[in-house]
């Protein structure tokens, strides 16, 4: 997994100190061989995390979004990326323990593991693959995600905490926090004040920004929470057209559609290639406003529409051998490996729902993601660009 140098030469928001920690743990292999990026939700973990990789990508050999991850999905895409042999996930941890290149592995959004981009599946991803792999003296690992997602790691790690004030420079927040409310045409004295008061979390200031204080997620308009379910869904980043479109499978309308977009975008992330993607504060803002019934509706209209998008064979099966990766674009995030298809072991859930090859896309930004809540991923898009080039000697390290 790989992403592109920034063109910005400051992470903002006065989060240069978080990264500077980062970074020298990435250069310091005498530091714990774990380190932990935590926080609470939307103060920016992962942006941060992301910033501090690609500033220091050399020092990388594997890169992991969490997001959408099993056990099983995390080894394949640990496999794919340190070229070793695809498996069950203690075969892979057996493989990697066995190749004694040194390897240092960064595994992001443990917080959006699992089917429902919930967190469901981060206990068994530490408990199945991260933790056994930390047992091999050779491999270093980086992890982000929330508090209690990371005590599965019994052994003692450095723990870069992003809540703890001297880790955000406080004037360079309240720059930051200005040129934002300008920006957005937020004079408000309240909402500003309000949003100084969620220091150092980025994200809670964002939508503070928005909302005010006391308001949130009551403030969400009605209109806006089709949009923000379809984005909410979605595995990647959407461009403009193909979010109108999502937002269209609940509404039945592509001009309804557009109005939920247009009443959505103040309460997104738009990544620096023009796609967008929501936080999962404001996801789960919206999801938590549904009624059961309404949940169920929302959940097989999805699922008719990705059933829908896959190539049929005559007979009308699902043919994967004439799927693409990423169909449709977006939303499923990846069609099974040869090695899996093969094996007939795949279904559409464990398709469209568990990438396998997700990883950062070149073409998306850390740095140019804005929106409120963080970003569900900081802009940093799901994508099937290459890894990093081996070293001369053909070596990780």
Not at 155 to 174: C, K, S
Not at 268 to 285: I, L
Not at 316 to 334: L, M
Request: glycine share 10%; proline share 8%.
């Amino acid at each position: 997994m790989t992403v592109q140098d920034s063109p910005q030469t400051s992470i903002g928001a006065g989060r240069e100190p978080a990264v500077t920690a980062i970074v020298r743990w990435l250069e310091d292999r005498l530091r714990p061989r774990l380190c932990m990026v935590t926080g609470a939700p939307g103060c920016g973990k992962t942006r941060t995390t992301v910033w501090a990789v690609v500033s220091r990508r050399s020092a990388v050999h594997a890169t992991i979004s969490g997001r959408g991850l099993t056990p099983q999905t995390l080894a394949w895409a640990l496999a794919d990326q340190l070229s070793v042999t695809g498996g069950a996930p203690h075969e892979v941890v057996e493989q990697i323990a066995a190749d004694r290149r040194p390897a240092t592995v960064v595994v992001t959004e443990l917080d959006e593991s699992g089917f429902g981009l919930d967190g469901s599946a981060a206990f068994a991803l530490v408990e199945e693959v991260l933790a056994p792999l930390l047992q091999a003296r050779h491999v270093r690992l980086l992890v982000e995600g929330r508090r209690e997602f990371l005590t599965g790691f019994a052994a003692g790690g450095e723990v870069i905490d992003l809540d703890r004030p001297e880790l955000t420079d406080r004037e360079e927040f309240g720059r930051w926090l200005r040129a934002t409310a300008a920006a957005r045409g937020t004079a408000d004295p309240g909402r500003i004040a309000a949003a100084e008061e969620m220091f150092p979390n980025v994200g809670a200031a964002e939508l503070a920004l928005s909302a005010g204080r006391g308001e949130w997620p009551d403030s969400i308009p009605w209109q806006a929470r089709p949009a923000v379910e379809a984005l909410g869904f979605a595995h990647d980043s959407l461009e403009p057209a193909a979010w109108r479109e999502l937002t269209a499978v609940l509404l039945g309308d592509r001009w309804q559609a557009q109005q939920s977009v247009e009443a959505a975008r103040a309460l997104v992330a738009r990544t620096g290639d023009d796609r967008y993607t929501v936080s999962r504060v404001v996801r789960q803002a919206v999801r938590g406003r549904r009624t059961p019934e309404a949940a169920v509706q929302i959940d097989q209209a999805f699922t008719r529409a990705l059933h829908a998008a896959v190539p049929r064979s005559a007979d009308g099966r699902i043919d994967w051998a004439r799927a693409e990766i990423g169909t449709p674009p977006g939303i499923c995030s990846a069609t099974p490996p040869p090695e899996a298809r093969s094996s007939g072991c795949w279904t559409m859930s464990t398709c469209c729902c568990t990438p396998v090859r997700r990883r950062w896309s070149p073409r998306s930004t850390p740095s140019t993601a804005t929106g409120p809540g963080g970003s569900g991923g900081c802009g940093v898009r799901p994508g099937r660009a290459a890894p990093p080039p081996p070293s001369p000697t053909g070596r990780r390290c």
